[in-house]
């Protein structure tokens, strides 16, 4: 399907209402469902789902094998890894209907979810936080925090560049890419 302002491959689907931003991309066998909005020059992978009513930002990138469902956000530079996994109901059971039950989980500017990472439904990650691969979200996540394991640990912080931060004893540390600044605060980072 060719549109003036985005790409879809022949094989992807894009249900009614769905808003798509200019200069986005969806590839091979992508389904795109009712009434979401894709910002400008978002790239979805091969086999991806969006279920309806899901809200990704601008320049949000979605690898290989990903569905994102209904009751996820994801805000702007949002890098989702292959293969990893969203929920959206907290104790699902086939034979008991929780539609109304989704619980809501945003993806805040900037963080990255490494592949085979999952990520519990109705905890935030957020902003430039980075998970790593196969990692197992069960709680909220601090901008700029480094998390691994199962359950998932955080081991650090990083910059917006995604370069682990090494502080120094008056707590500043720099970017070795982009020379930003940080420095730790009570319970979290702030760039300055």
Known sequence: MS???FFAHETALID???TIGAGSKIWHFSHVMPNCSLGANCNLGQNVVISPDVHLGNNVKVQNNVSIYTGVIC????????SMVFTNIINPRSAVIRRDQYLKTTV???ASIGANA???CGNDLGEYCLIGAGAVITKAVKPYALVV???AKQIGWV???GHRLEFNAAGLAKCPESDERYQLKEGGVNKI
């Open 3 to 5: 549109n003036s302002h």
């Open 16 to 18: 009614e209402g769905c």
């Open 75 to 82: 805000e702007d530079d949002v890098f989702l890894g292959p």
């Open 108 to 110: 805040k500017k900037g």
């Open 118 to 120: 999952t990520i519990i």
């Open 149 to 151: 394991g199962n359950p």
């Open 159 to 161: 910059s917006e560049y």
